[in-house]
Every structure is written in C-alpha cells, then in structure tokens.
C-alpha cells in the first residue's frame, strides 16, 4: 500500500496549485502524475510517487550517503570486520 | 532504474551485513513497521544475510490487514449496489469480509474496479454521473494526502456522485500500543519511510526516549533495510535511543509540509479500531464536518451485521509482532492465498502472504 516508486520529470503543466502535474519517466514506462505536493520539483528531478501522487524530490546527495556511509563504517571498524571474515 | 537498481547491488549488501555482525555482542529483537519493508526482506532473503543474534519482527503496517471487519463489510454492500462503481486498490479484492470480497461481488456481477489513483476514481465520477463512484480509502499517511486531494478535486469540480469510504489508520499511535503492551518484544524501530515521507520523524522524538527504544527510519530496498539495521544495532549496542534518518533521499525531519497541509485540511484525528488488535484512541482519520457530504457511509448510511473473526486466524498476534506467520497451525495448510482465514494472507503487504510467498510453506510448493 506505501508502494512508492521514484520517476523523473519529463513535463511539468502548471495550472493551479492541486491541478500541478507532469509527465514522469519509470525506467521507461511514461505517466502522468499530480505534482501538487512537490512546488519544488522541476525538470528532469526524481520524484518519489505513490497512487499517482509525487510526495518528495529524490535528493541525489542524500542518496550517495548510503554507499559513502558503508565506506566509512569500513574505514573505523576495518579490523573487527576483517577479523570476523577470518574462518 | 535509477534510484532502485543501485540499491540491490549485492557486493554491498553483503558487506552492510558483515558490518552489521562486527558490531553485534547479543540477542536484539527489530521491528520493521511497514509490510512493504517485510515483503523486501524476505524477497531479497535479508534476513538471512544477517547474524543470528538480530531477530526481525513484522510490524502492523499493512493498511489492508487492519481494515476492521465491519468496514470490508459496509464496502461489499455498498459494491453490490446496483447504481454504484466501486472503486479500490486491487490489494483489497481478496481480503474476507463476514460473507465473501469483493472479487466475488465483481464476479457476480458488481462493478468493482481496480484503479491506481484515487484521482482516477474522481475522473470515473466526472465522466460517469449518473453513477455513484465510491472509492475504498485505505491507507496510512502515505496515502492520506492523495485521498484528501480527490476529496478536493471532487468538490472544485462540483461532483455530486463521488464519495470515499474512509479506512485511514496512523502509524504512531500503533507503534505506541506495541510497545505498551506487557507482550512487547520489540528493542528497536525501522519506522516506515515513506509515511515519515509525508509526516516527518520530529513525532517519534517521544516515543524513543519514553520507551527508551532507537527508532530509525528507513527505505525499502535492500541496501536501505541493512543500513536501517546497522544504525538501529548500533545504538542498541552503544545504549542510545534516539531518532535517526537512514532514508533521508526522500525523507525531511518537517515531512512534506504542503501534503499534511491538504490532509489536515480534509481529514481529522478519530478513534479507529484495528482488524485484530482492537481500538486504538486518535489512531484513524475522518472527514472533517465542511466534507462529510463526500462520506459514503453517511450517503449510503448503512448497518451491516459482522460475523466473529475465524477463532483459528492469529493475524492480530501476527500484526502486533507477537508470532510470525509459520508459527501459526493453519498456516499454508487451511490458511492460504487461495483460501485465507485472514487479510495478512491475501495483502500484497501482508506478512503471512510474504512467508507463504517467497520462503515456502507446508505443502512445499514455495
């Protein structure tokens, strides 16, 4: 039910604040998509869209953090994980 | 695509999961609270990938397995309705009422449909008017704002024939009940990412430190859960109880301030009783006064007669992270999608369904 899949913007038709909406690419499959909650998202963003609706604009910085975040927890804790990979 | 492939990638996957092992000392007992976190889990087999000592439990969050009877009911007499065009997400065909789904009033010919958006019930409804559409609106605060905008719609356009049956429930409130009961086993939260998309997480600052327990919200792919579970582990090893982020590409701590804006503008908090665990006090979401005309259980203004749950269904225990799906006697034998004793089983969020789905089950055919 808070299936929520990101897309990115191909259009953007702006006329009224609930009736905001655009084209929106997943990975090849094109909808159309309220971007009445989303004022921020502009042309060529990933929104996150659930039923239809775009509820956030994928921030791409925040989405590296998840691999930079592995990297550095494997930098501090180096020989406790290499010790336990050791049979 | 972008944004999901990354975050199957399983090189990495494997190493959060060694990450996760060299820090866990002891036993630690982790609830997801989304049934869309649980079906990943299981899918991508998570859970196995993880130390013996970390325990994942399934948490409530499956809107359609805490649709209370009574609610599946009024909706199937309002399908059967001659003038109507019941609208639903396809999740909710299977789930069994006192007598029958909704799939059955389909086949016996209601006009039950299955949309994606409830804004395309709203166009169904401007393009039918000699019809009743009426829209089954279930959901947590994912999908609340989307129902409060058809409401919206419905009204600027000056559709007299559409109207929502409303099932909202919130997450919050169900958390808490959770780790108030004598029962609880839960020591850390995966709070469910794309609610706290819409209602931000400055909400569970008190649930962590009333209950002392590290809530951290979390996405849906792989690479997501096992951060979400590395950062939960983390803390409980290092005795903190707090609220941290892991999803924050799609997360804010305020949430999306314009979506709570058009819900609080249509809906208001209400007492809602939960399918299997009973009534929760301000957990749900009604229409506010100026849009009961859009209530289809005051326009159809029914009473129905619900029978007692199946006494052999555990989903309440299942729901509430008390027992997993397997550990249920029906489970897979009188108890199966074909066949359900409950909504877990038919719900594509559903945590029996996601047993019986992707690890097996008695009759050994998974």
Known sequence: MCLAIPGRILTVTDDGALTRRGRVDFGGIVKEVSLAFVPEARIGDYVIVHVGVALSVVDEREAARVFEYLQEIEDTRELEIRDQETP | ?366
Not at chain 2, 221 to 238: A, H, S, T
């Open chain 2, 1 to 366: 695509m972008k944004f999901v492939q990354e975050f199957r990638e399983g090189t990495a996957a494997r190493r959060y999961a060694r990450a996760v092992a060299a820090i866990t000392t002891r036993p630690w007992t982790l609830m997801e609270v989304c049934g869309g976190q649980t079906h990943a889990i299981l899918r991508f087999g998570i859970d196995e990938l993880l130390p013996r000592e970390i325990t994942l439990i399934h948490g409530p969050g499956c809107p359609v397995c805490v649709t209370p009877l009574e609610l599946i009911d009024k909706a199937l007499a309002i399908a059967r309705r001659p003038d109507v065009v019941f609208c639903s997400f396809g999740d909710m065909l299977r789930v069994p009422g006192s007598h029958g789904d909704l799939q059955g009033v389909k086949a016996s010919g209601g006009d039950v449909r299955i949309v994606y958006s409830p804004l395309d019930a709203v166009a169904l409804a401007g393009r039918h008017p000699e019809r009743e559409v009426v829209f089954f609106a279930v959901g947590f605060e994912t999908t609340a704002p989307a129902n409060a905008m058809a409401v919206l719609r419905a009204r600027a356009a000056g559709l007299r024939n559409f109207s929502i049956l409303v099932a909202h429930v919130l997450v919050p409130p169900a958390m808490e009940a959770i780790l108030a009961s004598p029962r609880c086993r839960v020591q850390g939260f995966l709070a469910a990412g794309h609610v706290c998309t819409v209602t931000g997480y400055a909400g569970y600052d008190r649930l962590a430190h009333t209950y002392h327990v590290p809530i951290v919200v979390t996405g849906f792919e792989p690479l997501d859960l096992l951060q979400g579970i590395y950062m939960c582990v983390r803390q409980l090893e290092e005795g903190r109880a707090e609220v941290e982020n892991q999803y924050a590409r799609s997360v804010r701590r305020e949430g999306n301030t314009e979506a709570q804006r058009v819900m609080s503008e249509v809906f208001e908090v209400s007492d809602r009783q939960w399918r299997g665990i009973g009534e929760i006090p301000r957990s749900g979401l009604s229409l506010r006064t100026p849009y009961q005309m859009f209530d289809a259980e005051r326009r159809f203004g029914l009473t129905v007669q619900t029978t007692a749950e199946p006494a052999e269904c555990i989903a309440g225990l299942v729901l509430q992270g008390v027992h997993i799906p397997p550990e249920c006697p029906a489970f897979g034998t009188r108890c199966t999608p074909e066949t359900p004793l409950g909504a877990p089983m038919v719900s594509s969020e559903g945590a029996c369904a996601a047993y019986f789905r992707f690890r097996g089950h008695p009759r050994g055919e998974g």
